[in-house]
């Protein structure tokens, strides 16, 4: 069975651009998250959805969108691009949302410059 | 939802040592987590632990659990330098996302 899968692996931005960063989870998985990983503030929860509604949000600025499409694939999007925002993106997938185990995608690397 | 809290925040050790990280939480959990990630990639699940468990093993990973003090601990035993990743603890209450902690730093040198 494929893994998770994130594209790009590498993007590098310029501040005001926006971003969309894809997942595409393990088959059979429903639910996806997105976390923000920054050396600063280590590993933060952005959201979480199953079959295509957001469930769960972090504490996050509008700024920072997501959907899910229903073959469970997800998108995120950053707009208006801050150099804070430079940090690896991980997605993660789950059977279902409730207390199962997390397969993590490679993580996109995001630059903002 | 609730935060682990990993101690220590770095360790270093030889191979062939044990390592032993701990996990504090604050509220009551249906199950603990702990996750391994190799330097910039995605984390790795190692072993999910029930409230109901005080103990559980996983190849050379020991994970035990007090509820009563609020604690998690994993002990990797006879490290190798392919041990050497970030260790995240996630408890998981009655909300379902997992909140991650800020890690322990294992470095075990050959």
């Known amino acids: 069975k494929a893994g998770v899968t994130q594209t790009p692996r590498y993007l590098i931005k310029t501040r005001g651009q926006q971003v969309t960063l894809s997942c595409s989870p393990i088959s059979g998985h429903r639910s996806v998250s997105w976390y923000q990983q920054t050396p600063g503030q280590g590993l933060q929860f952005l959201f979480e959805?199953?079959?295509?509604?957001?469930?769960n949000k972090g504490n996050f600025p509008g700024r920072f969108s997501g959907r899910q499409f229903s073959n469970s694939r997800s998108e995120m999007n950053v707009s208006t691009l801050e150099l804070g925002d430079s940090a690896l993106y991980l997605c993660?997938?789950?059977?279902?949302?409730?207390?199962?185990?997390?397969?993590f995608g490679p993580g996109t690397r995001l630059t903002v410059l | 939802s609730q935060q682990g809290e990993e101690d220590p925040q770095a360790l270093s050790i030889q191979e062939g040592e044990n390592a032993t990280m701990n996990c504090s939480y604050k509220t009551s959990i249906n199950n603990l987590q702990w996750y391994r990630q190799n330097s910039g990639r995605g984390l790795v699940h190692l072993i999910l632990?029930?409230?109901?468990?005080r103990e559980k093993h996983s190849g050379r990973l020991r994970v035990t659990l007090d509820t009563s003090k609020k604690s998690s601990s994993l002990l990797i035993t006879a490290s190798r330098a392919a041990d050497t990743a970030s260790y995240f603890c996630a408890p998981s209450g009655d909300t379902d996302k997992l909140i991650f902690g800020t890690g322990t730093r294992l470095q075990v040198f050959p």
């Open positions: 993660a997938s789950s059977l279902s949302v409730r207390y199962n185990e997390q397969f």
């Open positions: 632990i029930r409230s109901n468990e």
């Open positions: 959805y199953f079959s295509e509604t957001q469930r």
